[in-house]
């Protein structure tokens, strides 16, 4: 009982920039160091991604509410510079950082939710995708991500299983799903903690535990993961290593409202009619989502394609 009023209170002193200080949006989770269960840092600053249906609208009122947010060029040009920036430089997502407010720092990036929807199912850009495959605080959830992310745990387990040994502890393949999304970034040659990986995987074994443990239990009944114990430690072991392949198929009953009237950017190839999401088939091989290989394609602006075996 006494934890859960720890958690609720600390999901409330979460929130408060939500409640106090930004415009409404439609889906943010915080997430950072300050955070972490086992080896929390309260110095440190808070991180939130903010998902908003519009973020021109979103950055007028919010450069009328906050304007020293904004860097004096940016807060000058306006938000449709803002925008334009999001669009076409990085990632798609504008970040605010440092921002003090109530004797705390904070940074918040703000994205389109389509946007965002889109990287989370197709890791077309890989960021805000890998840092859902990892444990955040969901302050306002949103159905549509909350549903297209099952598609993204499940893709980055696939993916990490690619990437391990055929056996492995539950911490290994934490640490593999952790990593994914730091592989290829040059600020863990040089500006990042070489032990990030490990403390975060540390710091939320159990939050990890609570997101990919229906995954593995799964796996296990299809006979793709057994179960074994060395001693004290309890290891997995591929069942079908070396066989695992991409295998997605349209689902039509899985529609998605962020993507209404851009259908043609997420079906894939064949005859059946355009529709709005993908679902894992039931077989004995499972999905493996790495671009990096060359294994899928990525829906592309031009080619309306998405997700090609």
Excluded at 21 to 32: K, N, Q, R, T
Excluded at 55 to 84: C, D, K, V
């Amino acid at each position: 009982m006494h934890a859960a009023a720890v958690e609720e209170g600390r999901a409330a002193e979460l929130a408060a920039p939500l409640r106090d200080l930004l415009p409404p949006v439609d889906f943010c989770c915080a997430y950072g160091s300050t955070l972490l269960h086992a080896c929390p840092d309260r110095t440190s600053m808070v991180d939130y991604i903010l998902g908003v249906a519009d973020p021109l609208q979103w950055h007028s009122e919010n450069l009328e509410r906050n304007p020293a947010h904004y860097s004096r060029w940016m807060g000058r040009f306006g938000s449709g510079a803002i925008t334009g920036l999001a669009d076409r430089v990085g990632v798609g997502v504008y970040f605010n950082p440092f921002v003090e407010w109530r004797d705390k720092r904070i940074k918040y990036g703000v994205v389109r939710m389509k946007d965002l929807a889109m990287d989370v199912l197709t890791w077309d850009r890989f960021y805000l995708s890998g840092r859902l495959q990892k444990p955040v605080h969901i302050l306002v959830d949103n159905w549509d991500i909350r549903k297209l992310n099952t598609i993204n745990l499940e893709m980055a387990t696939s993916a990490s299983l690619l990437l391990l040994p055929e056996e492995f502890t539950e911490y290994d393949l934490y640490a593999q799903i952790c990593s994914l999304s730091y592989m290829g970034d040059l600020r863990m040659l040089f500006a990042e903690d070489k032990d990030k990986v490990k403390k975060i995987v540390e710091g939320s074994f159990q939050s990890f535990q609570s997101m990919y443990r229906p995954l593995l239990q799964e796996y296990i009944a299809e006979g793709l993961l057994k179960r074994s114990s060395h001693g004290q430690q309890k290891t997995f072991h591929q069942a079908n290593a070396g066989k695992i392949c991409i295998s997605w198929k349209r689902n039509a009953n899985t529609n998605c409202s962020l993507f209404k009237g851009h259908g043609s950017k997420l079906c894939a190839k064949g005859p059946e009619a355009p529709g709005n999401g993908f679902k894992r088939t039931s077989s004995n091989m499972w999905a493996a989502c790495l671009w990096w290989c060359g294994c899928c394609s990525i829906p592309g602006e031009e080619d309306g394609q998405g997700l090609a075996i």
